[in-house]
């Protein structure tokens, strides 16, 4: 018998993945609780083989509760559920996690993922599988290859020209430092920059230095 600790403030949830475990003949819930505080607590008197826990928790966020019970009891897997892929799945796995999943997860997934974790291996779901894949290839790119891949990514298209002089924009690059690295006029410039601003649909030239800053954060 596999037994699971539940950590998930969201009382609808908690219950729900409560309910589809208890459907099963192999996986137990030994506990269910709403925050990484009670959680710690709970584990020495529980013993949980597996614990599955929300990332985003008030007070003691997911992240701190993983990396404190990995350091206590490493023998216990710890899955983490997301409502969004973002950088919070590196932190994760540094942290020690086994897993992560989306909280969208299919129940046959979810039950899936508790039996992987409990045979000592790890599981992502597709979508952040995906996401470190990305960071993968963006291990092997350049500021600028990355740029672009991250534009792709949002939906932007641009040409090559236009990324070379919307990098340098992110740059703090003017207009005549632009022309004069790219051997363009400095009216050419100025016409790529006016397609750029149509494509981002974003008049104000500090505020489209501000969103390619973002971009590669």
């Given at each position: 018998m596999i037994h699971i600790l539940i950590v998930e403030n969201q009382?609808?949830?908690r219950d729900g993945m409560e309910a589809i475990i208890e459907r099963t003949d192999d996986i137990k819930v030994?506990?269910?609780v709403d925050n990484g505080e009670i959680a710690i607590k709970q584990m020495e008197h529980?013993?949980?083989?597996?614990?599955?826990?929300?990332?985003?928790?008030?007070?003691?966020?997911?992240?701190?509760?993983?990396?404190?019970?990995k350091e206590k009891y490493p023998e216990v897997g710890v899955i983490l559920l997301t409502s969004k892929v973002d950088d919070f799945i590196i932190s994760g796995i540094n942290a020690g996690a086994d897993g992560f999943l989306?909280?969208?997860?299919?129940a046959e997934r979810l039950l899936e993922a508790i039996r992987i974790a409990y045979r000592g291996e790890t599981i992502f779901s597709g979508e952040v599988a995906q996401m470190l894949a990305t960071r993968i290839r963006e291990l092997t790119m350049n500021n600028k290859q990355i740029f672009t891949l991250r534009l792709e990514r949002l939906g932007y298209t641009f040409t090559k020209r236009e990324i070379d002089i919307a990098f340098l924009l992110k740059e703090n690059y003017t207009n005549q430092?632009?022309?004069?690295?790219?051997?363009?006029?400095?009216?050419?410039?100025k016409n790529y920059i006016s397609e750029i601003?149509?494509?981002?649909?974003?008049?104000?030239?500090?505020?489209?230095?501000?969103f390619f800053g973002n971009v590669t954060r």
């Open positions: 009382r609808l949830l030994i506990g269910a529980l013993k949980p083989d597996i614990v599955i826990m929300d990332v985003h928790l008030p007070q003691m966020d997911g992240i701190r509760t993983t990396k404190y019970m989306v909280k969208a997860v299919y430092q632009i022309a004069h690295k790219l051997f363009l006029g400095e009216g050419t410039v601003y149509n494509k981002l649909n974003i008049r104000n030239r500090a505020k489209v230095i501000e």
